[in-house]
C-alpha cells in the first residue's frame, strides 16, 4: 500500500471571538486559492487514490474536497482518527484494515510529522520533518501498513506542487526529468536554532534508513 499524507491548506489565524470552536475555523481565501493550485499540481504530479480519508476539522475537510473537486480524487470520508490529538498508531491501525493500493490522508500537524515517523522509524522514532500547510508526503508499505515498515518514495512542498502548471505540463522551474529529485527535498529544522537543515532524500528510503534520521548536508536559512 502507498498512503499519500497532506497537511491542511492555510486557515484563518485562531480568533476565539469568530469561532469558539477551533474546529470550525476556516480555510483562508488565500489559502483557498494557494491549496486550489496545489492541487492541479498534485494532480499532474501524482496518482489518483483509491480513498481520500479526512479529519472532521473544517479546515482539513474543506482541503480534502478541494483536492476532490482539482484533483478529481474520490469523494472525501471522515475518520476522527485524523483528529489533533489522536495518536498516529490510530490511523495505521485504521489504515491496516483497508485493502486499497493507495489512500491518501488529510490532517494537522503535528499529527502528521508523528504519523510519518510512526511509518518510517516506528512508535517512538524521531524525525523533525516539518510539513508545511498543503505539503504531501508519500509512503510505501509491503502488504499492510504497520510501524516501521515504511519506505520515503517522496515529499513535496506546497510551492513545488503549485510549480506544476494546471494543463498537466511543468513550469519551468521543475521540469519533469527533475521534478522527482525536487519532490523528494525535506527541510528539518535543527534544535534549537532559527536555520533549516536541508537534505535530499532518495525516492526509495533504502532499508538502512529506515531505523535512523538521514543526515543533513548544510543549512540554509
Not at 91 to 115: I, Y
Not at 154 to 179: Q, V
Amino acid at each position: 500500500m502507498e498512503v499519500l499524507i497532506v497537511r491542511h491548506a492555510i486557515a484563518f489565524e485562531r480568533d476565539h471571538h469568530r469561532w469558539r470552536d477551533d474546529g470550525a475555523r476556516p480555510l483562508s481565501p488565500a489559502g483557498i486559492r494557494r491549496a486550489r493550485k496545489a492541487a492541479a499540481g498534485l494532480k499532474a504530479f501524482s496518482k489518483t487514490p483509491d480513498r481520500l480519508l479526512t479529519s472532521p476539522l473544517v479546515r482539513a475537510k474543506q482541503t480534502a474536497q478541494i483536492l476532490t473537486d482539482a484533483a478529481g480524487w474520490p469523494q472525501p470520508e471522515e475518520a476522527p482518527e485524523l483528529s489533533p490529538g489522536e495518536p498516529a498508531l490510530a490511523v495505521l491501525t485504521l489504515l491496516g484494515k483497508d485493502r486499497s493500493k493507495l489512500v491518501a490522508v488529510v490532517g494537522h500537524q503535528p499529527g502528521l510529522g508523528h504519523l510519518l515517523t510512526a511509518c518510517l522509524l516506528g512508535d517512538g522514532g524521531a524525525l523533525p520533518i516539518e510539513m508545511k500547510k498543503n505539503a504531501v508526503a508519500c509512503v510505501s508499505f509491503e502488504g499492510s501498513p504497520r510501524a516501521g515498515c515504511a519506505a520515503l518514495e517522496w515529499l513535496a512542498t506546497p510551492r513545488m506542487l503549485r510549480g506544476f502548471r494546471h494543463d498537466g505540463s511543468n513550469a519551468r522551474r521543475y521540469p519533469r526529468r527533475i521534478a522527482p529529485q525536487l519532490a523528494i527535498e525535506a527541510e528539518v529544522p535543527w534544535p534549537n536554532s532559527l536555520m533549516t537543515w536541508r537534505f535530499q532524500i532518495p525516492q526509495v528510503l533504502p532499508a538502512t534508513w529506515r531505523s535512523q534520521a538521514p543526515p543533513p548536508n548544510k543549512p540554509t536559512r
